[in-house]
């Protein structure tokens, strides 16, 4: 069987993109990162997939500043289709994606977020949880649907929130166990082994 083709969407830095490709790399996932697109024209993460050799553009949406709707959305989803993209990984990709990319990659486009979702979903996750005062957090990673980080759950990772911390280092400790934990969610839907019951993900 040929390795999946994967597309990547970025809104900045890039370190969750960047760790799918080393993962590819490195044969811990059996799939190729065949495009990555941001949202922001100088993202850092657009360099830094052109320093691991992975073809990156910008796509930056003419109408919204929050979603990713209309045009704008059918014109990701074509760029991914001609690159011969099957699965899309969201990584940091900061607006909600909507129509028509959602109908084009049906119960295929993922998402890490950095909380134990349903808890802090939006945007600075991390200091939300730090600020609520929870002792435990982590990430998540889910499928798309049209809700905001609302899809059914594939992965999640817990992280101790400790009393020293401040929302900069419970993200950075968060962001570690991002890395890891994408990889293993996205080998897990590529692989096939699973099922949706309603809001379920199951191995099969
Ligand atoms: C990551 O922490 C990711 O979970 C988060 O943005 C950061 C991007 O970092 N995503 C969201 O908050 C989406 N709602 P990265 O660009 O270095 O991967």
Same mark, same amino acid.
């Given at each position: 069987m040929s390795r999946k083709r994967i597309g990547i969407m970025i809104s900045g830095r890039g370190s969750n993109m960047a760790a799918l490709i080393v993962a590819c790399r490195e044969g811990r996932l059996d799939a190729e990162?065949?495009? /990555?697109?941001?949202d922001v024209a100088d993202a850092e993460g657009l360099?830094? &997939? @052109?320093?691991?050799?992975v073809p990156a553009r910008a796509i930056v949406p003419k109408k919204y500043r929050t979603k990713l709707d209309g045009d704008d959305a059918r014109a990701y989803a074509e760029a991914f289709r001609e690159a011969g993209v099957e699965f899309i990984c969201l990584a940091g990709f900061m607006r909600i994606v909507k129509a028509p990319l959602l @109908? &084009?990659?049906p119960g295929r486009i993922l998402n890490i977020h950095p909380s134990l979702l349903p808890s802090f979903p939006g945007l @600075?996750? %991390? #200091? %939300?949880a730090w600020e609520h005062g929870v002792k435990f957090s982590g990430c998540t990673v889910h499928f798309v649907d049209a809700s905001l980080d609302g899809g059914p759950i594939i992965? %999640?990772?817990i992280v101790p929130v400790l009393d020293d911390d401040t929302a900069e280092t419970l993200a950075e400790r968060i962001l570690t166990e991002e890395h890891e934990l994408y990889a293993e969610a996205v080998g897990? /839907?590529?692989s096939g #082994?699973?099922? /949706?019951m309603g809001r379920r993900v199951v191995r099969t």
């Open positions: 990162v065949a495009l /990555v697109l941001s360099e830094r &997939a @052109e320093n691991l050799d @109908e &084009a990659f @600075e996750a %991390q #200091r %939300q992965a %999640q990772r897990k /839907v590529l #082994r699973y099922r /949706v």
